[in-house]
């Protein structure tokens, strides 16, 4: 980055001292965090983009590169809904909202935010969220597990569920031997998170043969070779449904779970960003806070965390930042201080606020015309009907490749195929270092 | 907030375990940060803000609670700029543009925006936020200080200035013995984050008596010492202008600093996230950025980080949580690191990045008619005069108090008054094992 004539460098040699910031000097941890973010096929493909942006694409057969690694449906057309954004859009202008051209339903809603809140999304709100949008998730999480009132203390509005794991794993992880068991295949966050505070991560496989479902014995495998190593073991997580494997979890797999965090003194962090992202006939999400608390004691009595974002499901709003994370049978003075870490960081975005809060109380008979219910739920089967679609499709074409296999997406918005590579390739790859699969993805280039 | 009858405890107590997180297991460092944003004085408010929301609050002489410890301006009735809250909104509903009831320069500012991206707003931007936002900061940057070009990609795009103070204190403190110094009085901010991540908070005190200005001395003394415990000291924040002391600082006391860390190897954290709250006549904000690249060799070497922040200023967009940072003479190779850490976290909101650029482009008249820039010129006139006024009648009636004094509020939004007890008092808080000003705030309830 700086750069000057050598001449220069002679003449100034003594003067002028090496950087203090270092890869040497800077914090270890972030150095441990590499590869889980930045493996090299994306900086092949940021390299690539760089390339076309600044005209020097022609190299390469193709002349635009689609990035599928990370969930981003409105950059491939998915619409947002019309009543979140007229809504967020007249929380903007609060002197404005009867001028808006936007329907007298959005009208209320806007109205009704503005009534809540003294400088709704211009001021600070509470560190934990807006009050009255924690109690509508309370609310949306009662009404969508058909259980017992959920205390509005136990929710926090986050920066999307990202911004909530990361307070969690900050929070559980205290030395070098805190461990967090996580499914693999995971998508990276987990490890960047684990290394950057300094923990372990304890895999445990997901079985492709099953369709990508727990095996206790596995389970218990990865557990006890962990303790053996003097890995304390704190917190196992669970996405559901998966990703990047879009499996579903039943309910008997969940109690499984519960049981086994539960006698072996683990905590659970259930990532289900993506519960309204059921596509399989049949197969239904339950939250795992439900199963929780319809178990006997003492499983009633485990500790989780469960995250949900508007960036997923079917608002597919992931610039804006929004979701709520909810504690359940957490120690109070733990969760104090979980607040207390909120507090540092201040309050999550409103914008990202107010679109938890659509997310979680979207237009309702009781509340709207039928209008616009009706264009609410239209929008929204599309969506998902697409996703649907779209999931089926990759499925067949990838099962239909020779040599590639494909389980069923039953979830979420991911496939994840198995490739089986020729003796050629795989000798090929051999003689160059690489593994058979970045060598197969280098070759395309 | 688990409870059950006791016979329940009873029956069940062989079974149910105590909870696996406790304030025993978390991570100790959160423990740490305890007493640095809850302070007794905060929690009695909040307890006396939930005793008025429950309509217990008759036990006060006061029916409401105005909360001065945080700078949040629209709270206070701070109105936000129409032009910025229309392109907002207008972002938000692309299809919707030309039929909202705003200026046609508004509408050209949005669709530009939506001519710069796919999906604004709804997707995913580059984890270090819209190329064409960081371009405008780079320019910003460069018009402000009169100086060079400025790298686009030393620009990285924030939720808030604490967002990216929070993520270099991060990348800087390695392990328990590295220490940054700390102006003080400070808000609690960094005394937090230092604890966090486990390092050493380094003080350096300001001299009331010379309006909050740094003393020399001290600063040695203080590097001194810290150095004689074994602390590795890495880095100097300066608040500038002041918070919580109001202060501004000249040319050469930041000469001063730029050599005193350049001398000792440490690097600086500038945070000026209020750059436009100047009230002082004769006073001007200069930034760190262009005082260092204005000094001769080796100086002009010297690692910085500036922060800015769409919270503060005349915008007080506080809720919105945008802003920017920027990183000079940064070796690439940490760059590479600082950029990767914001990868694991994702984008910063969107909403904030476009406020951001809303902040550092305002209406111009190359770009706009006559009647918006003026208009954003008289709102901007309008809020800074109010504060400049507000800062004056605050000091004034301070000072004109009996045993209180306070230094001229030169900028930013806070005042800092010293006062004086009566040795009844002194005695008073001793008996209450208290210190006499949290006796003295503790009296009014």
Redesign the interface.
């Known amino acids: 980055?700086?750069s000057f004539p050598l001449r220069q460098i002679r003449h100034?040699f003594s003067?002028?001292?090496p950087?203090?910031?270092?890869?040497e000097?800077?914090?270890?941890?972030?150095?441990k965090?590499?590869y889980?973010?930045?493996g090299t096929i994306p900086m092949k493909a940021a390299q690539i983009a760089e390339e076309i942006r600044i005209g020097q694409g022609s190299k390469h057969p193709f002349g635009n590169l689609t990035e599928l690694n990370?969930g981003?449906?409105?950059?491939f057309g998915q619409p947002?809904f019309s009543f979140i954004?007229?809504v967020?859009?007249?929380c903007?202008?609060p002197k404005?909202i009867d001028?808006?051209?936007f329907h007298q339903d959005v009208k209320s809603r806007s109205k009704f935010y503005h009534s809540n809140v003294?400088?709704?999304?211009?001021?600070?709100?509470e560190s934990v969220g807006y009050r009255f949008v924690r109690e509508n998730v309370s609310k949306f999480i009662k009404q969508r597990d058909g259980g017992n009132d959920v205390?509005v203390?136990n929710i926090i509005l986050t920066?999307?569920a990202?911004?909530g794991i990361?307070m969690i794993l900050?929070?559980?992880?205290?030395n070098e031997k805190d461990g967090v068991m996580i499914p693999i295949p995971q998508y990276?966050?987990y490890t960047?998170?684990i290394a950057?505070r300094n923990g372990q991560e304890v895999p445990y496989y997901l079985n492709e043969d099953l369709g990508w479902q727990i095996c206790p014995n596995d389970l218990n495998n990865s557990l006890k070779e962990a303790r053996s190593k003097g890995v304390n073991v704190?917190a196992l997580v669970l996405i559901n449904p998966g990703n990047p494997t879009g499996q579903i979890f039943d309910e008997d797999a969940l109690k499984t779970l519960i049981k086994f965090c539960?006698e072996n003194?683990?905590?659970i962090l259930a990532d289900e960003v993506y519960q309204e992202n059921i596509y399989k006939e049949g197969k239904k999400f339950v939250s795992m806070k439900k199963v929780l608390t319809e178990m006997p004691?003492?499983y009633n009595?485990l500790?989780l965390f469960s995250f949900h974002s508007t960036?997923k499901g079917f608002l597919?709003?992931?610039?804006?930042?929004g979701g709520y994370m909810e504690m359940t049978?957490?120690?109070?003075?733990?969760?104090a201080?979980i607040v207390?870490?909120k507090?540092?960081?201040?309050?999550?975005?409103?914008?990202?606020q107010i679109t938890t809060d659509l997310m979680v109380n979207p237009p309702k008979k009781e509340e709207c015309s039928q209008e616009t219910v009706e264009k609410y739920e239209n929008e929204r089967a599309e969506i998902l009907s697409s996703f649907k679609k779209r999931a089926q499709i990759v499925t067949d074409k990838l099962n239909k490749m020779k040599n590639i296999k494909c389980a069923e997406v039953e979830g979420a918005m991911y496939a994840f195929p198995k490739l089986f590579f020729t003796e050629k390739i795989i000798t090929e790859a051999a003689k160059r270092k690489m593994n058979p699969d970045l060598f197969y993805t280098y070759e395309g280039f």
């Open positions: 980055m700086i100034s003067t002028i001292k950087p203090v910031l270092t890869l000097t800077i914090c270890s941890k972030l150095l965090a590499e889980a973010v930045r990370i981003n449906p409105q950059i947002p954004r007229e967020l859009a007249s903007f202008n404005m001028k808006m051209p003294t400088a709704l999304i211009g001021a600070y709100s205390p203390s920066d999307g990202s911004n990361n900050s929070t559980i992880l205290s990276p966050l960047a998170l950057l704190k539960y003194r683990m905590v004691q003492p009595r500790e960036s597919g709003e992931c610039g804006i930042r049978n957490i120690d109070s003075d733990v969760l201080q207390k870490l507090s540092i960081n201040l309050c999550s975005n409103t914008t990202g």
